[in-house]
């Protein structure tokens, strides 16, 4: 009966696969892909031959470009040397070196590092991680987070209670874990109608409010991501905003957790965004680059006193089967060489003006960009229906994948970002590998003026 199955099976699947029936539960629900057959540096070719240029990384993940040899050969040398072991039974020296690796370039204070898989895993952690140093710490009373409106931290149920992305949150909204959001430092689109500097950062003294209003000493933690990304199109707060945060956090007992799933490693042109702010977070998430497209991998980071606390008290009540997985660390240490040895991160604020600046000279005075912004290999183009007066498209007329679809037949890949108004309102995020070529930054940027130009009449 079993092998009658599995021959009928069989033929179901030969069957399938001459009439191209997939299994696969895939991520888009827009019908047919191009089936992918190469990908090496910034080029993707499908099964077609048709090549093209991944602008963004995809998620701004491959930030060393694809195909890396370098990569390939550590995976490969350490699936050889020692693949899987449990993290509780062995401690692995390429996991070791790594967060060594990651503490040299971290934060001040920053000093250790738990490995994950995914970026909203390692949001998880952080959550979980700020609660138990309070509990630890004899602040057992310190349960609340507070987050921001049009932000993104991973779509599990606690990453999500604290992203601000309307539209991903609504269908699950009975699920969510209860988390105050404030507004975003989104000047463009100020919560409370002001403009930067007379301002006096608003959005930032909304979180002594808020914080006062929930209960000075309920508050565990307030978690932002330091230079805004797939939500809001890419904004890197004014300069004093995270130094303004930093002072209220610290005047009620608050951890600072800076995500930077997106904007770390090097995205920004340093290689922590915290770095243009010049402070210092209690926890940081990273993930997206550090695997170098090659590995899920992500980390958080925390300071060495949290640690030691958590330490003294019996340690971090977290885990996961493949948590500091030692083929993971080894990728992550190779794409670290990589950053380093090729002057990476460095060439990404170098060559990224020149990217932000042709962006500008082209797209600035068109109809339908009320801004482009960013840093680094960074940059965000926000569309609205309406220049004057910023109105939006609203999100039935899906403008962000509208241009993306347009661009992709031209050959290139961006990333889109929605949600900058409410469920309204879209973005196109530029994120490309930080070798970008000046030549593939000018056929990159006429691209996306086309399909702007012939998306939107
Ligand atoms: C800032 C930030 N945090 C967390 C995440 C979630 O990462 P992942 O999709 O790997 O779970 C993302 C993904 O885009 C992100 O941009």
């Not at 090549?51 to 550590?74: D, K, Q």
């Not at 899987?84 to 990651?102: D, G, K, M, N, Q």
């Not at 600046?357 to 082209?362: G, I, N, Q, T």
Request: net charge neutral.
């Amino acid at each position: 009966m079993q092998v009658k199955k599995h021959i009928q099976l069989l033929q179901e699947i030969k069957g399938n696969m001459s009439s191209s029936k997939s299994y696969v539960f895939g991520r888009a629900a827009e019908g047919a892909l191009p089936k992918v057959h190469k990908a090496e540096g910034l080029w993707i070719e499908d099964d077609s031959g048709k090549r093209y240029l991944n602008a963004s990384g995809g998620a701004a993940v491959t930030n060393v470009g694809h195909g890396r040899r370098e990569i390939a050969e550590a995976l490969h040398q350490q699936v050889l040397q020692h693949d899987y072991i449990h993290p509780t039974a062995f401690v692995s020296p390429v996991v070791e070196e790594l967060a060594a690796a990651l503490a040299r370039r971290a934060p001040t204070g920053i000093e250790r590092f738990y490995f994950l898989s995914g970026g909203g895993e390692a949001v998880e952690a952080s959550i979980k991680m700020a609660r138990q140093i309070h509990l630890v710490k004899g602040r057992p009373e310190r349960v609340r987070l507070i987050s921001r409106w049009k932000s993104y931290h991973g779509l599990s149920l606690g990453a999500l209670s604290a992203m601000g992305r309307t539209a991903f949150r609504e269908p699950f909204t009975p699920l969510l874990g209860e988390v105050v959001h404030i507004p975003p430092p989104y000047c463009l689109r100020c919560s409370y109608g002001l403009t930067y500097p007379g301002c006096q950062l608003r959005c930032a003294l909304a979180l002594d409010e808020t914080i006062q209003n929930i209960g000075p000493n309920v508050v565990s933690a307030f978690i932002g991501e330091t230079v805004c990304g797939a939500t809001l199109g890419v904004y890197a707060p004014p300069p004093d905003y995270w130094k303004i945060i930093r002072e209220i956090c610290d005047a009620y007992h608050v951890l600072l957790i800076h995500d930077e799933v997106m904007c770390g490693l090097g995205r920004t042109g340093r290689w922590f965004a915290s770095e243009h702010y010049d402070i210092h977070p209690d926890i940081v998430t990273l993930g997206k680059g550090l695997g170098g497209g090659a590995i899920a991998l992500s980390a958080v980071g925390v300071q060495a006193e949290h640690f030691d606390a958590l330490q003294s008290a019996g340690g971090f009540v977290h885990g996961g089967t493949y948590s500091h997985h030692p083929v993971a660390a080894a990728v992550g240490l190779a794409t670290l060489n990589i950053l380093k040895e090729e002057n990476l991160i460095e060439r990404a604020e170098r060559v990224g003006n020149v990217l932000g600046a042709k962006l500008k000279h082209k797209l600035s005075g068109t109809p339908h960009v009320a801004e482009v912004r960013g840093l680094g290999m960074f940059w965000g183009v926000e569309l609205v229906e309406d220049k004057d007066s910023l109105r939006p498209f609203t999100r039935e007329a899906q403008m962000a994948e509208r241009v993306w679809h347009s661009v992709f037949q031209k050959g290139v890949i961006v990333y889109k970002a929605f949600g900058l108004a409410g469920s309204d309102g879209d973005a196109i995020i530029i994120a490309p590998a930080f070798t970008i070529i000046e030549k593939d930054i000018d056929f990159l940027i006429d691209s996306l003026a086309q399909g702007i130009a012939e998306t939107i009449e």
